[in-house]
């Protein structure tokens, strides 16, 4: 019997490799395949040591269930949320435990339009769905898997928000605490009058 304790009110977190592992991965993307029922999907994962694994075994779970896989690779959570917004993808998911120590991971799902999935909204439904055994089996012809870059097109987002003529100049300590929001923090330094120390 797969260790389900890992399904939280909002995403999935558990200590590795007990609560979370790959196996448990490939099950979520079939369980989220046969939720939301996706023609295209964001993945995106954090910096843990273990999230390129897990994001690798929920892709293929994914695309067995003939869901398109668009990897944006590393970043924050705050990428996929966007991936799937500004890409108008039928949902993302985002392999990351957010706050917990190093042993931990997880995922947080949207669907269109980023809205998220919580246990009142699909969570739980994807966890009975891998507890009672009724996944979808293997499609004849799976999804496939390409590599989307949404860089460019989040940075111009970003900036957005601010009336950069407005701003002085200024040095700015930055430490992204090991978070793959420390990429975008490096790409938006160019564009500010601001020295990034």
């Known amino acids: 019997m797969t260790n389900l304790n890992s399904f939280k009110a909002y995403d999935v977190r558990g200590r590795i490799p007990d609560e979370i592992n790959e196996t448990l991965a490939y099950d979520i993307g079939r369980a989220y395949a046969a939720f939301v029922k996706p023609k295209s999907v964001a993945v995106g994962y954090d910096i843990r040591l273990s999230s390129p694994q897990l994001a690798a075994a929920l892709k293929r779970g994914l695309m067995d269930c003939g869901a398109d896989v668009l990897d944006i690779g ?17 949902g993302g998911i985002m392999v990351t435990a957010s706050h917990n120590p190093p042993d931990y991971n997880g995922m947080k799902f949207v669907r269109e339009q980023s809205r998220p999935i919580s246990g009142d909204t699909g969570l739980f439904d994807m966890r009975a769905l891998i507890q009672s055994g009724k996944l979808p089996s293997k499609v004849a012809r799976p999804g ?44 938006l330094e160019p564009h500010l009058p601001f020295e990034f120390i």
Do not use: M, P, W
Request: proline residues 0%.
């Open 144 to 187: 496939t898997e390409r590599r989307l870059d949404t860089s460019k097109k989040y940075l111009e987002h970003l900036l957005s928000y601010v009336d950069r003529a407005k701003l002085r100049k200024l040095k700015v300590v930055v430490n992204a605490g090991n978070g793959g929001a420390g990429l975008i923090v490096d790409q």
């Open 74 to 90: 590393l970043c924050g959570t705050e990428g996929s949320y966007f991936a799937t917004f500004a890409e108008e993808l039928d």
